[in-house]
């Protein structure tokens, strides 16, 4: 069983900051890509930011030079900084991993989300 949980959703007002986090556990062997998404109501999820395990990211363009993906793979942890937040920004944001297991091989495993409200 694999298990990944977001944390660090919040209210914060334009131009602030927020880190959000994801921790993927159980009996995980290895964890190749991990990201992030977002969504907003009615609308289709959208790839906010990607690292692989090696550590290069890629961005959408919406963000990029505002938020930082970073992870810790010792931790099983993906992280999301925002900076400069905007109330675009509004979303709820997800987290997807590929992990192998003993049992299954390489599978992304989502987390349920964390919402990320910027308003003043």
């Known amino acids: 069983q694999v298990t990944v949980v977001e944390s660090g959703g919040g209210l914060v007002q334009p131009g602030g900051s927020l880190r959000l986090s994801c921790a993927a556990s159980?009996?995980?062997?290895?964890?190749?890509?991990m990201a992030w998404y977002r969504q907003v109501p009615g609308q289709e999820r959208e790839l906010v930011a990607t690292?692989?395990?090696?550590?290069?990211?890629d961005y959408a363009d919406s963000v990029k030079g505002r938020f930082t993906i970073s992870r810790d793979n010792a931790k099983n942890m993906v992280y999301l900084q925002m900076n400069s937040l905007k109330p675009e920004d509004t979303a709820v944001y997800f987290c997807?991993?590929?992990?192998?297991?003993?049992?299954?091989?390489?599978?992304?495993?989502w987390g349920q989300g964390t919402q990320v409200t910027v308003s003043s």
């Open positions: 997807t991993a590929d992990i192998s297991t003993k049992t299954v091989s390489y599978t992304y495993y």
């Open positions: 159980g009996e995980i062997i290895g964890i190749n890509s």
């Open positions: 690292i692989t395990r090696g550590g290069a990211t």
